[in-house]
């Protein structure tokens, strides 16, 4: 446990940032699972997802690259079923 107030101001935000981020995480998840499952409507999910990448990318939850390599994989398997 921090002894330093500052310390312990940090603290407090980072568990309030971390619940915050971890919405945009897992909404892309999700979507990326439906990805990977396949089956009908997989183009308006596939749209979905993109949008949700770019939203965590814009609020730096993820880095720039990792949102492109996401929808890059996410776009093949599209192409595969």
Request: aromatic share 6%; no cysteine.
């Amino acid at each position: 446990m921090p002894i330093i107030k500052s310390a312990k101001k940090k603290m407090r935000k980072d568990k309030k940032k971390t619940v915050a981020n971890k919405k945009y995480v897992d909404a892309f998840k999700t979507s990326l699972k439906k990805i990977k499952k396949g089956g009908p409507g997989i183009s308006g999910i596939l749209k979905k997802f993109y949008s949700q990448v770019d939203r965590a990318v814009r609020e730096k939850v993820i880095h720039k690259n990792k949102g492109n390599r996401l929808k890059s994989r996410a776009a093949r398997y599209k192409s595969k079923s």
